[in-house]
């Protein structure tokens, strides 16, 4: 698939660089599908074997659950240009939506609106960033399932980079010759990337300021809702901020758009719970969050699935409070959701903005 028209305008003047891009979620293939199109040479380093970072869809034999972001939000006009670009791959969710006021599940008998619209990527929330990643895909400038490991100047020129990396069973390899390399990872992996090289330390000290809070994730499969003369189990509404003490969110995924009609469940526990309960036992978090989940929702069926993922920088509390980080003397950057906030949308300013830095 050849790579689509720049939709941002670029610098006329830019030299055509070989940039290294470590991490492909939303900012990521944002920064690099605009450097791509400016025609720089783009190698993008993902450590997951799947695209979209948090933007995650796991798919399972009931259906999928998006077990990261569950929804998105559009504000920024340069959003709105680059989402024209995939048209009808996001639709809008109208989510009947309530608070849970107590332990016990009761919820206020009116949800209020919401202020503005919730867009779900088709069929899963990967969908978008995979979409957008396809012409990088297609001209093999993506390595999967690649840990980055450091960061050092190229042996053979000064002034590029190399990136120590390693594959799956452990293999090593080096890539070089980079002009650029930027991080499109979480705060904490950032920084602690960026130590490996002392003409980084720069940049590693601005993100000590930004904190970011974990979350476990339960994703539950109810098949047999499905049965004859059987509605769909537990309450009337599908989605719902909670102040039960574990649970922050819960979503009915069979009521987003594109989704499969099996009855699904994703909860997201709340960070104080999740932040206590980091290093627990992953059956023992499913055991606790399930019971939470019957409490608030009323569900007392057995799942016929009950999974759970841990992700360890999730939301962010402390923002680093500008787009990006940029230093051009060394030709390193810096971008992610963590710089602006912990929204989609502002995973993908902070991508397009280092990106036209850069350039």
């Known amino acids: ?25 939303m900012a990521g293939i944002a920064c690099a599908r605009t450097l791509a199109q400016a025609g720089h040479k783009v190698t993008v380093f993902e450590i997951n074997e799947y695209l979209g970072g948090r933007m995650a869809t796991h798919n399972t034999p009931f259906g999928t659950f998006d077990s990261g972001a569950q929804y998105f939000t559009v504000r920024d006009p340069r959003f709105v240009k680059a989402l024209a670009t995939v048209p009808g791959l996001c639709k ?19 949800a209020a609106p919401a202020p503005e619209s919730h867009w779900v990527a088709t069929p899963g929330m990967n969908a978008l960033v995979s979409r957008w990643a396809l012409p990088l895909m297609d001209q093999h400038s993506v390595e999967m399932e690649t840990r980055v490991t450091r960061l050092e100047r190229d042996v053979l020129n000064g002034h590029h980079w190399q990136l120590r990396t390693q594959g799956p069973g452990g293999t090593q390899h080096v890539f070089s010759g980079f002009d650029n390399v930027l991080l499109a990872i979480p705060a904490e992996p950032a920084r602690l990337l960026l130590q490996t090289s002392p003409r980084a330390d720069l940049l590693a000290q601005q993100i000590d300021r930004v904190d970011a ?36 969110w819960l979503a009915r995924e069979s009521s987003k758009p594109g989704r499969s009609t099996v009855e699904r469940w994703t ?15 992953a059956m023992r978090v499913q055991a606790k969050l399930l019971k939470a989940f019957s409490e608030v929702t009323g569900i007392r069926a057995v799942p016929a699935l009950a999974e759970t993922q841990r992700w360890r920088h999730a939301q962010t509390t402390r923002a680093l409070g500008k787009s990006h980080l940029w230093d ?32």
């Open 1 to 25: 698939m050849p790579l689509s028209k720049p939709i941002f305008t670029t610098k006329p003047e830019a030299k055509f660089k070989n940039v290294a891009i470590i991490g492909a979620g």
């Open 92 to 110: 809008p969710w109208s989510a009947t939506t309530v608070r849970v006021l107590d332990e016990l599940g009761r919820v206020a008998a009116v």
């Open 213 to 248: 809070a974990p979350c476990w994730t339960l994703m539950l499969a109810f098949p047999q809702a499905m049965q004859p003369g059987m509605s769909s189990l537990g309450p009337q509404w599908n989605a719902a901020r909670s102040t039960h003490h574990r649970i922050a």
């Open 267 to 281: 909860v997201q526990a709340s960070t104080a719970w999740s932040a206590e309960h980091l290093e627990d036992d």
């Open 328 to 359: 051009a003397e060394t030709g390193l950057g810096v971008c992610g959701d963590w710089c602006l906030g912990a929204r989609v949308e502002d995973a993908f300013i902070s991508g397009l903005e280092l990106a036209l830095s850069v350039v």
